[in-house]
């Protein structure tokens, strides 16, 4: 009897691989958060995933809504980007289709209710690197127009001796007093908008200087701020666009912290 040995020979169809599109994962504590830096490539997709812990444990989000607002230095109007929200996490695609081909973009990771009351906002520098052949593509750009969920309060830092708030950054700003000040008119504002500084006395006996735009209370001549050390004091007024002015309604004065 012959014995036939069949070799059985198995050819492996070729595949395809798909690479999965990469994550970048941002930690945010939100009892202290501060600006997030990201860099990506020009012409690559990421998805930018911002997962958010206070005291070491997570944050649950569920429920509220989430965008990234952006823009550029060449942009004319503010763009935004859906985000899914996930219990700790807030995640948003990035790619040539959001990217209108500057090297650099500023916004704001936002969460808001289902009544788009704000809830909690990150700020976002996107810094672009450069790849040789890259074209945007901006077909997915979406306009979105200045939110009015800025954020309630930002840190002002100044240079040498002049205050300059921007109302298109925040509601109201927070200033460290190291030494005294010229509060300069303010820019971005709307006609009744009501605008807020708190001074924080850094060194103390700082004072500010108002610019003639800034109208006092009848009867009121200078503004006198706390002197002592970490003193908080906040600063009221309303903007008439008819005017001009700023008509300060308030001074609040905090001699503590």
């Known amino acids: ?49 911002f997962r958010l812990s206070q005291n070491d444990e997570d944050v ?21 980007v859906a985000a899914v929200v996930s219990t700790n996490r807030v995640v948003f695609p990035w790619g040539p289709a959001y990217d209108v081909g500057d090297m650099r973009y500023e916004g704001w990771v936002r969460l808001r209710d289902t009544n788009s009351v704000p809830a909690f906002r990150i700020k976002v520098d996107l810094a672009m690197i450069s790849t ?15 939110p009015a969920d800025l954020p309630k309060v930002a840190a002002l830092t100044y240079t040498g001796t002049n205050i300059v708030s921007d109302f298109a950054n925040a509601q109201s700003f927070r200033v460290s007093l190291t030494n005294s000040v010229y509060l300069d008119p303010p820019t971005n504002v709307s006609d009744g908008e009501i605008v807020k500084w708190w001074f ?21 001549t200078t503004l006198s701020l706390s002197t002592n ?6 600063l009221i007024g309303v903007y008439d666009a008819s005017t001009t002015n700023v008509y300060l309604t308030g001074l609040l004065l905090y001699e503590g912290n």
């Open 200 to 220: 924080r006395q850094g060194t103390g006996n700082n004072t500010v200087t108002l610019d003639p735009m800034y109208k006092l209370p009848t009867g009121t």
């Open 132 to 146: 040789p052949g890259f074209s945007p593509n901006p077909v997915a750009v979406a306009d979105a127009s200045l």
């Open 60 to 80: 649950n989000a569920t429920g509220l809504i989430g965008d990234f607002l952006y823009k550029s230095a060449t942009m004319t109007n503010w763009a935004y």
């Open 1 to 49: 009897m012959r014995k036939f040995l069949v070799f059985v020979v198995m050819l492996a169809a070729a595949r395809t691989f798909a690479f999965p599109v990469q994550t970048n994962v941002y930690p945010v504590n939100i009892s202290d958060p501060t600006t997030t830096n990201i860099r990506i490539p020009q012409g690559e997709t990421r998805y930018m995933e």
């Open 229 to 234: 050390v970490n003193a908080n004091d906040c």
